[in-house]
Each structure stands twice: as structure tokens, then as C-alpha cells.
């Protein structure tokens, strides 16, 4: 890596200065802050968090396929992000609330939501695929922060109602750089409100490195507003499951809002409308590679006695066949009415969205057929 690379991804290339409890190698560290609070996983749960995030991969380059396919208009690559995302989530109770943006499909499955519910926005045949009250998680949001104030809402209210149910705003690094954000840690802290601000640093604001947007870490953010921060390895499923049950145990006890930083690394393009080949190097992909989130997991497995050619066959069975229904569920995804674009925009009627949808009306009726005419073709 040359000196300008280190200055472009910044934070980045520091491989100390965060808690970690299994190294790149597989190796697991002991930590005395955070050792108790994972003494349940044993090996079993560990090849739980390893099939998770084996089977979110296969789900999530299978979204990759289906868009270069013509099926999906646009799918938002997780890959390198499978730690952060399960390992918070498993942390996580049904009575909790998750406020996500739109990367977070791993999230989605440990919050047991259908891959299939989550495709559909992508392919435009649903505005919004779940119902957020069966899953406790919001439908994704494309507002960058937006969610983080939605979180702080829920969470003031939780509190209030005398709940001890927590929420969680997942963001980026470059969501941090957003009003939203910062107003979102300073209603929170006022109101010591339970709500963890979990911030997947990846590196990258689609182009834009972390580096160029923070000159410290992230987690520091919080101290500013009174809000504690930790400083997790995102490529380390048990450290982020253990920090993220740090933090809503606090929650849970009122003590108010935790910043998580998980330094992961987003190893695909931001979206499948991106090339990351233009704006950063090989090298630097190929250092993050070498911190594989699911291998270092399966180097473990392996060094404690476990059998893991099995281990990847049964994985590999599971993962295709959730892959394979994923890439069935497009047959059953009818294209919506055009004027059903309207619906649930409010929950009231609106004069201002009433005169929307009669311009849309009209200008739909100057077709011969004017639904199909908005809806032809079968990719979006
Ligand atoms: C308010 C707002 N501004 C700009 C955008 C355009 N935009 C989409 S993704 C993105 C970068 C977000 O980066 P980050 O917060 O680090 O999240 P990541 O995509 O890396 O997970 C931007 C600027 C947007 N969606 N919303």
C-alpha cells in the first residue's frame, strides 16, 4: 500500500484499535470486557453464526446474478459485511425494533424475513416488501440517516410506554457526515433514549473514503454528544455480537443511546450500478480478503477439532437451496398497478397528492394501454 492509499482510506489501515475476539487467523483472543458476554456461544452456536453468514453470501450474490440477469433493477452488495450484520442481529430480541438502510438483507434474514420480501423492492414489483410489525424492522431506507432519527423516535417511545425493548439505527460511514445522524445522537442523548447507533464503517461512501470524512475514529463521534462508543472489528462475528449486547444491556437498564463502530469492509461495489475498480486499489481489496469475516470463523471451527469440509457441504446444500428459492420467488412476483404508487404514502388523503395522482391518471390515459405501456419488459 503507498503512502497516498494510506491517507485515501485513512482509519482503514489501522488493524489495531478495536476489540476483537478472533483474529484474521482464526485464533481466538481473549478479552476480559468481553468474554462474559459471549460465554454462551460454544461451538455449536459458532457454526450457527458461521452457517448464517455462509447462507447470507450465497443469498447475496445470488441478488447479484438476478440483476445482471435483467430481473432486478439494482441490488446492494453485503459481501465482507456478513460479521457486523449477524453478529449485532443475533443480539438482538424479537421485541426489539431495527432501523435499517438499504444494505442491511442480513439483518433482514435473522430477523426471519423472506430474501424473497426483501428482492421484490429491488425488482420494483412492491414499494415496501414486509410489514414492519411482524419482523420488528423497518423497510429499508434509501434516505442516507434518515432511520437513525426513526430509531430515536421508537426508542424515546419504548421508554416512555415503560418498555425495555431497544432500538437499533444501522448506517454507514458516510451516513455519520448527515444532519440526520447528529441530530438523531443528540435527541437520543438528551433523552437517554435505548437505541444503539450501529455504524457498519465499510470504508467507503460509495467513492468517498471514510478517511476524507473523519479525522478520528467514528466511535469517537459519540463522546461529543455524551454517547459511549466502541470500537468493534465488523469483521469479527463474536466481538460484534458481544459489543452490541454491551450496548443493549445499557440500553435495556437505561443508561441510554451506544455508538457501535464495526470497521468492516464493503468488498463488492456499492451497488451493482458501480464500479469500485475506478475509485480504489487491488491491494487494498486484497488486504481486506485476508480478513474474511466467515473464514476466520471456519479456521476456529477447524482448529477446535471440528470437521469443516462437512461443515461447508451441509452449507453449501442450505445456502443453494435458499439461493434457488430466491431466484424462484421472481415467477410470483406480480408488476404492481401503476396508480398503486400512490398508496401508503400517507396515512391520510391529501389534497396536494390527490392532484398528483390525477396528473399521473391523465397521463397514463394518453396510452393506448397505459398500464402496460408503464410496466412492459419484465426488468426493472
Ligand atoms: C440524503 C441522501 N444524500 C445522498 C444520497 C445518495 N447516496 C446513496 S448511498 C450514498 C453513500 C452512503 O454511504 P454510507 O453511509 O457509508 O453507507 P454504505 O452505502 O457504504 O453502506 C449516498 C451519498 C442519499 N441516498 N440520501
Redesign the pocket.
Known amino acids: 500500500m503507498t503512502p497516498s492509499d494510506r491517507v485515501a482510506t485513512g482509519l482503514l489501515t489501522r488493524a489495531d484499535g478495536f476489540v476483537q475476539l478472533i483474529t484474521p487467523e482464526g485464533e481466538r483472543r481473549a478479552d476480559p470486557d468481553l468474554d462474559r458476554w459471549v460465554v454462551d456461544i460454544d461451538t455449536e452456536a459458532l457454526r450457527g453464526l458461521y452457517r448464517d453468514m455462509s447462507v447470507l453470501r450465497r443469498i447475496d450474490s445470488e441478488g447479484i446474478a438476478l440483476q445482471r440477469q435483467g430481473e432486478v433493477g439494482l441490488w446492494?452488495p453485503l459481501l465482507g459485511q456478513e460479521a457486523a450484520q449477524v453478529g449485532s442481529a443475533r443480539a438482538l430480541r424479537s421485541d426489539d425494533f431495527v432501523f435499517g438502510?438499504?444494505?442491511e438483507h442480513g439483518v433482514a434474514w435473522v430477523r426471519g424475513i423472506d430474501p424473497a420480501d426483501v428482492l421484490r423492492v429491488w425488482r420494483g414489483a412492491a414499494s415496501s416488501g414486509w410489514n414492519p410489525y411482524d419482523y420488528g424492522m423497518a423497510v429499508p431506507q434509501?434516505?442516507?440517516?434518515?432511520q437513525s432519527l426513526h430509531a430515536t423516535g421508537w426508542a424515546m417511545g419504548a421508554k416512555w410506554d415503560g418498555s425495555d425493548a431497544a432500538a437499533v439505527a444501522y448506517?454507514?460511514?458516510?451516513?455519520?457526515s448527515?444532519g440526520d445522524v447528529n441530530e438523531a445522537l443528540v435527541f437520543a442523548a438528551s433523552f437517554e433514549a435505548p437505541v444503539v447507533f450501529f455504524c457498519?464503517n465499510?470504508g467507503?461512501?460509495?467513492s468517498?473514503p471514510?478517511g476524507l470524512q473523519s479525522k478520528q475514529p467514528l466511535a469517537q463521534r459519540g463522546d461529543g454528544f455524551g454517547v459511549p462508543g466502541i470500537r468493534v472489528d465488523g469483521n469479527d462475528v463474536l466481538a460484534v455480537l458481544a459489543a452490541t449486547r454491551i450496548a443493549l444491556d445499557r440500553a435495556r437498564r437505561g443508561g441510554g443511546p451506544t455508538f457501535i463502530e464495526a470497521v468492516t469492509y464493503?468488498m463488492g461495489p456499492?451497488t451493482t450500478a458501480d464500479d469500485p475498480k475506478r475509485y480504489r486499489t487491488d491491494d487494498e481489496l486484497a488486504d481486506w480478503r485476508a480478513r474474511d469475516p466467515i473464514a476466520r470463523v471456519g479456521a476456529l471451527l477447524a482448529a477446535s477439532g471440528l470437521d469443516l469440509e462437512t461443515l461447508e457441504r451441509e452449507v453449501e446444500v442450505e445456502a443453494a437451496r435458499a439461493a434457488g428459492a430466491l431466484r424462484a420467488s421472481i415467477a410470483t412476483m406480480a408488476d404492481p398497478e401503476p396508480m398503486t404508487v400512490f398508496d401508503h404514502v400517507y396515512a391520510e388523503p391529501h389534497s396536494h397528492l390527490d392532484r398528483q395522482r390525477e396528473q399521473y391518471a391523465r397521463y397514463l390515459a394518453q396510452f393506448d394501454d397505459g398500464a402496460s405501456a408503464q410496466t412492459e419488459g419484465g426488468a426493472r
Open positions: 446492494p438502510s438499504y444494505r434509501i434516505i442516507i440517516g434518515a448506517f454507514g460511514d458516510g451516513a455519520t448527515e457498519q465499510n467507503w461512501a460509495i468517498e471514510v464493503r456499492h
